[in-house]
Structures are given as structure tokens and as C-alpha cells.
């Protein structure tokens, strides 16, 4: 059973216009949520992270948006770059917890 | 660099032959974990050492055993491969638990 859910497997995207990367959740428990990027041949590489006692978080290009009510939280890139070319992948952990669950990645395409 | 090293990067094993995956850290963070990653699917937690602590999950098989003879390493032991344990096995570390999770490269294995 997926706790953590990214429907979409693929996106692309124009270069310059914003990405959205979503993810949805089922543990109401869930309290600190991340999303983490990796490209080919490497390790996932943290990018950025939310707490529930927000709704947003902004980092330069990246923001990510949690809506608690809805059990879903998304991750905009803008503007899109070629290097953003990757795949996202959105993890989550709760207070009772010592670890993190992901999901199951979602690739983006920036296209030139 | 402060870092999350994995060797080797591709690991080939025969079907039953035991077979070592290793992990260091020059991060002296208290906390390695490894995941295991097949293709498409989210990294699954097989297991992880908060210092000396082991934490095996409920659902990692009996054919992974791991072993932490210092702060700076981690092995991933796997004893009796099968064709199904062809994965990429990836080494991460943190601070404490829930705190960001820095990732190795990792390691590809295939089993013939």
C-alpha cells in the first residue's frame, strides 16, 4: 500500500515556463515531507523540504506548496531549465517515525 | 568533499553466490540506511543503523543481513542472491533520523 503517491511517472515541460511536480499522501501522520532529484547515475540529492506547520517553502526556483487538508503537496520549478531535467522524487516522514517513505518518482523533461 | 562514497558502482554476481555491497561516509553523520531500487518503483528501506542500533523493516528478507563496524562504514551483505535482488542498492546517511538523507551514487547489481 503506497503511503506516498506521485501519479504522474513523466512530464515535460517548455524551457522558461514552470514545472508542477505533485504528490499525494495517505498518512494522516505524516508531518515533514521533501522532495529529493536525481539524475542518471547518481544518488538522489536532497532539494527541498516542508514542514506541516507551513504551507509553503521557497528555494530560489523551487517552491513547494503543502495543502494538509487535502493530503497533497506539490513542487514548482520556475523557470524551467535544462538542468532541471530529472527525476523527482517526493518523500515523507511522521513524528513517530525514523525514516522516510518515498514515492515513486516522477521524470521531468525541460524541452529546448 | 564531505561525502556518501558506494562500491563498487555495478557489482555482477551469480545466482547463490554471496555477495558484499559496501558504503562509507566522511560526513560522520549517526545514521546509514540502505534502499533498495528497482527500476520505476520508489527506494525501499531494507534496513537501517542509528550508531550501533540496528533497524531491520518488517518486510526486508532474511537473505540481507548489514553490519557496521565503524561510524564511517556500512555493508550490505546479500547471502544467496536471486534474479529477483538485481537492483540499484543505495547507501544514504543522516544526522539523526528524519533529518535530511544524503545519498551515495549507487550500486547496480545483477544477478545471472
Known amino acids: 500500500d503506497q503511503q506516498v503517491k506521485q501519479n504522474s511517472p513523466s512530464l515535460s515541460v517548455q524551457e522558461g515556463r514552470i514545472s508542477i511536480l505533485n504528490c499525494d499522501y495517505t498518512n494522516s501522520m505524516f508531518d515533514y515531507f521533501l522532495w529529493y532529484k536525481k539524475y542518471p547515475a547518481e544518488g538522489p540529492t536532497f532539494l527541498i523540504s516542508?514542514?506541516?506547520?507551513?504551507d509553503k517553502n521557497e528555494d530560489g526556483r523551487f517552491t513547494v506548496f503543502l495543502n494538509k487538508s487535502a493530503k497533497h503537496l506539490s513542487l514548482h520549478i520556475v523557470p524551467s531549465q535544462p538542468g532541471d531535467s530529472a527525476v523527482y522524487f517526493c518523500?515523507?516522514?511522521?513524528?513517530?517515525?525514523?525514516?522516510?517513505?518515498f514515492g515513486k518518482g516522477t521524470r521531468l523533461h525541460i524541452l529546448p | 568533499d564531505a561525502m556518501v562514497i558506494q562500491n563498487p558502482r555495478y557489482q555482477v554476481t551469480q545466482f547463490g553466490k554471496p555477495v558484499t555491497l559496501s558504503c562509507s561516509q566522511t560526513l560522520n553523520h549517526n545514521v546509514m540506511y540502505w534502499y533498495q531500487q528497482k527500476s520505476s518503483q520508489a527506494p525501499k528501506l531494507l534496513f537501517h543503523y542509528y550508531d550501533k542500533d540496528f533497524n531491520n523493516e518488517a518486510d526486508t528478507p532474511d537473505n540481507f543481513q548489514s553490519r557496521r563496524p565503524n561510524t564511517s562504514f556500512c555493508f550490505l551483505d546479500i547471502r544467496s542472491p536471486g534474479l529477483g535482488d538485481a537492483a540499484m542498492y543505495l547507501c544514504a546517511t543522516s544526522r539523526d533520523p528524519r533529518e535530511t538523507q544524503y545519498f551515495g551514487p549507487g550500486t547496480r547489481l545483477l544477478v545471472l
Open positions: 518523500a515523507a516522514s511522521g513524528t513517530r517515525d525514523d525514516k522516510i517513505i
Open positions: 516542508i514542514s506541516s506547520i507551513k
